[in-house]
């Protein structure tokens, strides 16, 4: 009886840890203190007694955004550098403007599960699993109120193939999700990734990465 109510115990323990993505608050909310000098793992608080409605809150994500650059794409995120309430919550936002045909490249959050919705606009989206078993591709065509997961740590990516303007609003499983996009951590790491090195691994000639790391690789999140 003992054992077994370990037992349940210790799985209900491995699961919390499973689902949870950032770790879980000791305290109603730990607004983050921005400018503290205190390194920790997310922020500091700031006095819980200082904390206002303001902490909590982001206006504006009704705005479009301007995608008028090279990938056609405008990443508003909202995660606790623009609310410091969401410090230890374990949740973010973001805002996707796509222009036609724009594209947000391949990339990853290391931090979190991404939902997105599609406000406006047709979006083909997808992501790819992990080397083991076949780094399999799952797809989608989303219109307008089309729900997609993009499970944490993999890559994945949103292209807008319609003729008008999109937009899609995503919730992160962390209160600073990141962003890696690939194409800009592997050709425009600073300093560059030896040519040697990324010839081998891409299967490419040394000319090839040399011209590709000599590109601009654009960072379209704000
Ligand atoms: C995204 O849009 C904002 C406001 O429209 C603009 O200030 C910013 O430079 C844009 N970012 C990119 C990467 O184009």
Redesign the pocket.
């Known amino acids: 009886m003992a054992a077994h109510f370990l037992f349940l115990a210790l799985l209900a323990l491995a699961s919390s840890h499973a689902i949870a993505s950032d770790p879980s608050q000791l305290q109603d909310f730990c607004v983050a203190d921005l400018e503290s000098n205190v390194l920790v793992n997310g922020f500091v608080c700031k006095d819980p007694k200082l904390a206002k409605a303001e902490d909590f809150f982001f206006s504006g994500l009704d ?7 090279k990938l056609g794409s ?1 990443v ?1 995120q909202v995660n606790v550098n623009q609310i410091p309430g969401l410090n230890t919550l374990g949740i973010s936002l973001a805002r996707l ?1 796509f222009a036609p045909y724009g594209v947000n490249p391949p990339h990853i959050h290391p931090r979190g599960t991404e939902i997105l919705t599609v406000l406006e606009g047709t979006l083909h989206v997808g992501f790819v699993t992990s080397n083991n078993p076949n780094n399999q591709l799952f797809t989608k065509v989303l219109n307008k109120g089309d729900v997609f997961v993009f499970p944490q740590g993999l890559i994945h990516f949103q292209f807008n193939y319609g003729k008008t303007n999109a937009v899609a609003i995503a919730a992160l499983s962390s209160q600073n999700p990141g962003v890696i996009t690939i194409a800009n951590a592997v050709f425009g790491a600073k300093p560059p990734i030896s040519d040697y090195v990324l010839a081998k691994a891409f299967q490419l000639d040394k000319k090839t990465v040399d011209w590709l790391q000599a590109q601009f690789w ?5």
């Not at 705005?63 to 650059?69: A, E, F, L, S, V």
């Not at 654009?218 to 704000?222: E, Y």
């Open positions: 705005k479009p955004r301007d995608t008028g650059n405008n508003t403007d654009m960072d379209n999140n704000n």
